[in-house]
């Protein structure tokens, strides 16, 4: 097969297992809506430079990802923003990663391999979910990613020094300084150990980190013009003050092993049978042999360690932080899974697998007929009934196979494959959707006239909205500091205390997880 017909399939995989699903989930964290607000602004008024939601908070973050959903939303949508066109940028970085990972490792490494290590990367847990979600960090990982990829195999191709500095700008546009800082932190160790001149390689990454700045540099000059001092002040606590520590309120604070338990938890299900497979000595033995004097097994333990211990560093620690981590790790595992391919234990995680496969859309059945009252589940159409039950068919085809002994990974990984396309398009909309806050969203529209001022309050955290409202009510609400600040002519969504008491839309807010009321202009207790 040739490569390029290989990458496209590729393609072909990933877009079948992210893209016709992302519409079908309403938003049901406060971080997607968000994002998504942001670009919902730059449409309603015009401003893609800094744009303000909620009527006037300045985004924490830069631009890109929010420029990416308001130029799909206008070509694919009419220039409406839903959940399709915001998490779309997300799904086309992670495709994107997913092709350029098969490349290059089938270069390196062959055919068979890439295949192993592509497919273990797509079906990981903290990828496939970063992979469906309106968040920065899947653009910023195939921008930073794709970086290393293009320095790692620059020498003699002059133009990936291009491709290297305009995906790093794309990382900068995303998240700031880190963006570009990162990958060349890794390939200036990276190089240094393979036994690269100090200087040159001093001098080839300053050069193409400063070069990734030019962009980024024009966007923020710009930027600072709107904003002035409170722009500036937002972007050096964000970039500096998450690293130094320093900022004006506590933002993720976990331990350093904080991030060893992500990484663990992240490359589910393929950690159980790595960690399985280590006991076999003979594996030990040729993890002993291995030489990581040069090429693409010292980038990925490279990469791996330098990302790993970069954000160990910070006080602020989080899961998707370590998400450029897990192509280099995915490698890893996929030398680890051919290893082990055809042993007692892939057979017996592949049977475990088909278990577990067999059971999800009989407990599928199950909660749709409402036994469980305490878990409500959204009725399905009927095509997706046909994707609920692929698994339990793959399950029973492939339990029923002569070949269960000749099949190891290939089986792990084809039903991890087709459980997660299940979730993806049947089981993740029944079970996530009654819990989003677009129904509160409706009722406060049919009470409220379509003119009438609506005002938010929330007590306990100055920095947290009601961001899923907001979003569906085209970024309607505008917040105040207290009940007293309330116009008198306006409508008040808050929490219940002893004094503000209302109609209760929700017993727990997608955002606050807390019940949500809604008081009207005369009954505002001041």
């Keep these: 097969m040739k490569r390029s017909t290989a990458i496209i399939i590729v393609c072909v995989l990933a877009g079948m297992l992210f893209l016709p699903w992302l519409g079908l989930s309403f938003f049901q964290t406060k971080g997607e809506p968000r994002e998504a607000i942001v670009a919902v602004s730059m449409l309603q008024d015009g401003n ?5 939601s909620y009527g006037a908070d300045i985004p924490y973050k830069p631009p890109l990802l929010a420029w990416l959903i308001a130029i799909f939303s206008a070509v694919f949508n009419g220039g409406t923003v839903n959940e399709f066109t915001s998490r779309l940028p997300s799904a086309i970085a992670a495709i994107t990663m997913f092709a350029a990972t098969w490349r290059i490792i089938a270069g390196a490494c062959g055919t068979r391999k890439a295949w192993v290590a592509t ?51 794309g990382a900068v546009l995303t998240k700031g300084p880190v963006g570009a800082l990162l990958p060349c932190l890794v390939m200036g160790i990276y190089m240094l150990l393979r036994g690269d001149n100090f200087f040159r390689t001093c001098f080839v990454l300053i050069g193409l980190c400063l070069a990734s700045f030019i962009l980024p540099a024009l966007w923020y000059f710009a930027a600072y013009q709107q904003g002035g001092e409170e722009f500036l002040r937002l972007a050096m606590e964000e970039n500096i003050g998450r ?12 331990p350093w092993w904080y991030n060893l338990e ?13 960690l399985i497979a280590l006991c076999y000595r003979r594996l030990r033995e040729n993890i002993k042999a291995l030489r990581l004097n040069r090429g693409l097994p010292l980038l990925a333990w490279t990469a791996g360690l330098t990302i ?29 899974l051919t290893q082990v391919s055809h042993t007692r234990l892939m057979r017996g995680w592949s049977v475990f697998l088909a278990v577990v496969s067999a059971i999800a859309p009989v407990v599928m059945i199950v909660l749709s007929f409402g036994v469980l009252r305490k ?16 698994p339990l068919v793959a399950a029973i085809w492939w339990l ?40 509160v969203a409706r009722i406060i529209e049919q009470k409220v006239p379509a003119d009438a001022k609506i005002v938010s309050y929330i007590a306990e955290d100055r920095l947290l909205r009601y961001y899923s409202l907001n979003f569906y009510m085209n970024d309607r609400l505008r917040r105040v500091a207290s009940p007293e600040d309330v116009p008198a002519d306006a409508w008040l969504i808050t929490a219940p205390t002893d004094s503000l008491q209302g109609d209760t839309l929700t017993r727990r807010s997608a955002d606050t997880r807390r019940p949500v009321i809604l008081i009207a202009p005369k009954s505002v207790i001041k």
């Design 119 to 169: 497919l273990v990367l797509m079906t990981s847990f903290e990828v496939f979910r970063a992979a469906t979600a309106c968040r920065v960090d899947m653009v910023l990982t195939c921008c930073i990613v794709g970086s290393i990829y293009a320095m790692y195999s620059m020498r003699g191709h002059p133009w990936r020094y291009l491709w290297a500095i305009l995906l790093m700008s």
């Design 262 to 274: 992500m990484i663990l938890a992240g490359m589910l299900p393929w950690t159980v049978p790595v």
């Design 400 to 439: 029923g196979s002569r070949k269960i002994a000749e099949t190891g990974a290939k089986s792990a990984l084809g039903l991890t494959f087709v459980l997660l396309l299940a979730y993806n398009s049947a089981y993740m909309p029944a079970f996530l959707n009654p819990r989003s806050d677009i129904h």
């Design 375 to 390: 878990v409500p589940v959204a009725p399905l159409a009927w095509w997706q009934w046909i994707f609920a039950m692929l």
């Design 308 to 336: 790993l211990v970069f954000y160990c560093i910070p006080a602020s620690k989080r899961g998707v932080y370590l998400l450029p981590c897990y192509p280099f790790i995915a490698y890893g595992v996929a030398w680890v």
């Design 243 to 254: 690293l130094t520590g320093t900022m004006s309120y506590d933002s993720h604070l976990n």
């Design 48 to 52: 893609w430079i800094l744009p303000v």
